[in-house]
């Protein structure tokens, strides 16, 4: 599975005209996923360029409550609404910019559970974490915290995406080495709370400077299933590289 996010770039104009640069270079059959996750603002027009493609509709944020008075919020049924599929949750730039909390990530993996949709739910540490080998240990916490509580049959509705932050936008990637060691912990911890099957289908993605000339040596990683791509999705070239590196 491939997921661009977009972040906050692209007009509506410049998000269709990238969307139309990735639909010409994309097979109908792929044997892997690929999502969008453009700006609130695009996501119906991008839905009816989507039609009848392979690629799916994802959002990049949603509220935890259903609806009310929460001025300049979307809520996951309004997402749900729109066409979307899957919602990106506990991004580290959410996290640290707009101090989501791992308690307001688990309300929001809720309302995105409860709204139909799917979760691709963000994790990863700092540099200081990472430097003091803690990072294992805060990773267990993010799903803990966040996803943990769930049914064993909405899990299957989880794709994790481990990103760490000293990697994210910085062209800075973690080598393949240590996005597999953290994904096979990622899925050990999976199947301790859940089970060996539900661990082995869940999809985990590498997010974090990936580019086309690193995409392949890090998704041929026995446990890294895709990737959650920031910078490079915004080229259409590019990300189609790197979807290709992930579909064959
Ligand atoms: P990047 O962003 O690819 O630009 O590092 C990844 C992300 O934040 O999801």
Redesign the pocket.
């Known amino acids: 599975m491939v997921a661009g996010?977009w972040?906050m770039n692209t007009d509506l104009q410049k998000g269709l005209a990238l969307a139309e640069g990735i639909l010409q270079g994309i097979k109908q059959e792929m044997d892997c996923e690929v999502v969008l996750a453009p700006p609130f603002t695009h996501l119906t027009e991008l839905k009816k360029k989507l039609e009848g493609s392979a690629i799916k509709l994802g959002a990049q944020n949603c509220h935890c409550e259903h609806s009310g008075a929460y001025t300049g919020e979307v809520s996951a049924e309004m997402l749900q609404s729109a066409g979307v599929e899957y919602v990106?949750t506990g991004?580290?730039?959410r996290r640290q910019l707009f101090h989501e909390t791992n308690e307001i990530i688990r309300q929001k993996v809720n309302a995105i559970l409860h709204a139909g949709l799917k979760v691709i739910f963000?994790c990863g540490e700092t540099l200081d974490v990472r430097q003091s080998e803690t990072h294992n240990i805060l990773v267990r916490m993010q799903m803990e915290e966040s996803l943990f509580h769930l049914e064993p049959e909405q899990f299957k509705s989880i794709c994790i995406?481990y990103?760490p932050i000293w990697?994210?936008?910085?062209g800075v990637?973690a080598s393949p080495e240590q996005a597999q060691e953290m994904h096979s912990y990622i899925r050990d911890q999976i199947a301790i709370r859940y089970s060996k099957f539900i661990a082995e289908e869940t999809n985990i993605l590498y997010?974090?400077?990936?580019k086309p000339d690193n995409a392949k040596s890090l998704f041929v990683q026995e446990d890294v299933d895709g990737g959650?791509?920031?910078?490079?999705?915004l080229d259409a070239k590019g990300f189609l590289d790197i979807i290709h590196a992930a579909c064959g």
Do not use: F, R
Request: with cysteine; hydrophobic share 35%; charged share 10%.
């Open positions: 996010n972040k990106i991004h580290s730039e963000c995406a990103e990697a994210i936008g910085t990637n997010g974090g400077s990936i959650l791509v920031g910078g490079a999705s």
